[in-house]
């Protein structure tokens, strides 16, 4: 009987080194977890073998929770695909079809996401920065990308917006639950020193939203909700405010060098320290 014992402790505790060997044979494929599709080695192998014009396609597709951190998406088509909690840490996006995708609690330090379709996606709750002294430089990039009818609910301080379009996109940190009404899930969406020159923002809601030095120069935000925002030393040098709401919002330090359309803002008489904005 003790012999028997030993022999079947032996085998158990044999059984997962084998399978560990046989990992780094190769001839052992993890069973992806937490309901992804297939693993992180599957993709990085994948998009390793992809040629430049022949974009991977996985819409649709669950990639929760994966480390896809540092790897090369080539452009590839991830519509409508779940990437809750996925890595992309360095990761190069650029171009993508991230259309519609939920990037919610996903890891986004240093990730270029440039000229990347992002109609519709979300992005709540992202890691932007490596460490809690929140390093500019750790930001995600923008910069070309599509942001159509975005929603986001972060701190994406440093973040690279220029040229990006951002029509309609929901930037302000309140939900509504079915039910429960309107909640502040977050205090303030947070956007400091980010770069949206040259950005098409018409319609866009950053109610609320902190973005002291921030910059929008040349930006078109026709119509945009900028109300309750605190725009302390932003740079608005020919931007176009035809029609924007800046009720109780902001303006100290700011500059509205060549800004149009500031007469036609909506809440003008309301704004705090737009005596103190340069004009």
Known sequence: MIEARRAWTVAALAAPLALNLG???????????NGAEVTAHDVAVTLFKTKAGEPVD?????????DLSGLDFKGARLTRADLYGTDFTGANLKGTDLSHTRLDRSVLIKADLSGADLTGATIFRPTVYTDLSNNLADA???AGANL??????A???????????LTNADLHPLETRPGQGTLSTMMRNVFKSCD???????????????????????????????SDTDLSKADFTGADLTGADLTRADLYGAILVGVTG????????????????TR
């Open 23 to 33: 990992a780094k044979a190769g001839q052992y494929d993890p069973v992806p977890m």
């Open 58 to 66: 996985y819409s649709n597709h669950k990639l929760m929770y994966l």
């Open 140 to 142: 995600p990039r923008f």
């Open 148 to 153: 159509t009818n975005i929603r986001v609910m």
């Open 155 to 165: 701190d994406l301080s440093g973040a690279d917006f220029r040229g990006a379009n």
């Open 196 to 226: 949206f020159s040259g950005a098409t923002m018409k319609g866009a809601n950053l109610s609320r939203a902190v973005l002291i030095f921030s910059r929008f120069v040349g930006a078109d935000l026709r119509g945009a909700d900028l």
């Open 262 to 277: 500031l007469d036609t803002a909506r809440g003008i008489d309301s704004v705090a320290n737009l005596d103190k904005a």
